[in-house]
C-alpha cells in the first residue's frame, strides 16, 4: 500500500492500492445534481482523476484550476475529474466562484467508493489523500501517482504527458 502522511503524520489508506496496468475499479460518486457518476459513464473515454481532501484549501483549489486550465487544451477525447468529500453543493458553489468549466467535480462523501476502490480514503480523517489516476478508453489505468505527503502538490507535468500520450 502506498506510504501517505498528512501534515507530515503517517495515515491509514482504505482500499486497495490502484497500479499501472491494472484494470480501473468501479465506483459510484456524486454529480453536483446528486445523481451517480460511475466509471461506466465516461466509457470511451480518456479519464484524469484527481483525488484532493477538500476544494476549501489552498493546494487543492490551485491544483483543480490547474487541471481546469489543462483540461481546455485536451480536448473532448479527455475528461478530467477531481474527487473530493466535499459536499456536492459545496463543489458546486466553489466551481461556480472559480470559475471552473472544465474540470466534472464529483463527491465521496456518501460511501468512500471512490476512496476504497482506489486506495485513498484516509481512515483517521474521512478525507482523500491526493492523488492522481489516469485511465485509458479500455479502462485500463496508465498513469498513478499518490502524493506522499497530502498537502504537497502532484506531477501536473507527467499526469498530462500520460494524458497526451493516449491521445
Request: glycine share 6%; charged share 30%.
Amino acid at each position: 500500500m502506498a506510504q501517505v502522511t498528512f501534515k507530515n503524520n503517517p495515515v491509514t489508506l482504505l482500499g486497495n492500492e490502484v497500479k499501472v496496468g491494472d484494470k480501473a475499479p468501479d465506483f459510484t460518486v456524486l454529480a453536483n445534481d446528486l445523481s451517480p457518476v460511475t466509471l461506466k459513464d465516461s466509457e470511451g473515454k480518456i479519464r484524469l482523476f484527481a483525488t484532493v481532501p477538500s476544494l476549501d484549501t489552498g493546494v487543492c483549489d490551485a491544483e483543480t484550476r490547474r487541471f481546469n486550465e489543462e483540461a481546455a487544451k485536451l480536448g473532448d477525447d479527455v475528461i478530467v475529474y477531481t474527487v473530493s468529500v466535499d459536499l456536492p453543493f459545496a463543489q458546486k458553489r466553489w466551481c461556480g466562484a472559480a470559475g471552473i468549466d472544465r474540470v466534472v467535480t464529483v463527491s465521496d462523501h456518501k460511501d468512500l467508493s471512490f476512496g476504497k476502490a482506489y486506495g485513498v480514503a484516509i481512515e483517521e480523517l474521512r478525507l482523500l489523500a491526493r492523488a492522481v489516476f489516469v485511465v485509458d478508453r479500455e479502462g485500463i489505468v496508465r498513469y498513478v501517482e499518490y502524493v506522499s505527503e497530502t498537502t504537497n502538490h502532484p506531477d501536473y507535468e507527467a499526469a498530462i504527458k500520460a494524458v497526451k500520450e493516449l491521445l
